[in-house]
């Protein structure tokens, strides 16, 4: 009897226990669950940088893309940075920034709109940001580059300088002023063959001179430095003159083009990597 009367006192313990844990947990909502700590991934390694080796800011968190995306995901920390940017670019009107974007090895070769590199329309998407706090445009140049990092830890980097005509050019990639690569061209060759982010291109080109008739666009052949300075400036003619037909022949285009070459004259990265002869392979389009 004493054993039995022991197994029922245990069983009302229970279930008093329970009882109580429902009304105060499920009735009355009183009890707080315990909140899993997630680490938060982003390094805080972003720098804001000028010239060579000059830190101005620093410690800040990196930025993160997803895979294949374009758009940044933000945290309170990021919007903090960007808003440190713009304020010293405010503040030192002789300045501009150039915004380098990566994409990951598996990223390569894939495009967005009219940018042909991923890491050209992430250094875009972080423009606008800067665009948006109140930075002209034509203050922001972006460069493109392929990292090793499949997680893509470090995806931008941010670097004041003072333009200086005699350095790399930097370039603009805006739609008043945008580049190809000569991946658009078969290999030391004048035959166009468009990309996709081209066509999508030249197709709101086409559209902005059917309604700005007086405007003109200008169409600018560059080179690396491979072969004799003669036959590269002669390419970069011939390259500006195929893509001049394309606007003429297939988009029936009736407005001013012009065509120039500056063959190797005017480089955007070092000759000595074949990374920075395939940057100098360009086509620039300027509209007027």
């Known amino acids: 009897m004493r054993f039995l009367a022991f197994i029922v006192f245990l069983l009302f313990i229970a279930y008093a226990l329970f009882a109580r844990w429902y009304f105060v947990c499920e009735i009355r909502n009183l009890c707080e669950e315990e909140q899993e700590i997630v680490e938060d991934p982003r390094l805080q390694t972003l720098q804001l940088t000028e010239g060579d080796s000059t830190v101005i800011v620093s410690g800040y968190d990196q930025f993160v893309f997803d895979s294949a995306q374009v758009s940044p995901q933000l945290n309170a920390n990021n919007m903090q940075f960007l808003d440190t ?94 580049t190809f690569s000569d991946a658009n061209f078969a290999f030391d060759s004048d035959i166009f063959e468009p990309g996709e982010a081209f066509l999508a291109y030249a197709d709101s080109v086409k559209t902005y001179l059917d309604l700005n008739p007086n405007s003109s666009l200008t169409i600018i052949g560059h080179t690396d430095n491979k072969g004799k300075e003669r036959y590269n400036l002669g390419l970069g003619e011939r390259r500006a003159k195929s893509a001049m037909v394309f606007f003429r022949d297939s988009l029936e285009v009736k407005s001013e083009i012009l065509i120039e070459s500056e063959g190797e004259k005017r480089p955007v990265a070092s000759n000595d990597t074949e990374e920075g002869q395939q940057k100098n392979r360009r086509v620039n389009f300027i509209l007027q």
């Open 85 to 178: 940017v713009a304020h010293f670019l405010e503040t030192n009107p002789a300045k501009n920034l150039g915004i380098t974007a990566f994409q990951r090895y598996s990223e390569e070769g894939q495009s967005s709109g009219m940018y042909e590199y991923l890491g050209l329309a992430r250094a875009n998407a972080v423009r606008q940001l800067l665009e948006e706090r109140g930075i002209d445009k034509d203050r922001i140049t972006m460069d493109y580059g392929l990292s090793e990092d499949e997680e893509l830890k470090e995806p931008l980097l941010f670097n004041l300088y003072i333009p200086i005509p005699d350095e790399f050019e930097k370039l603009a990639f805006t739609f008043k002023n945008m």
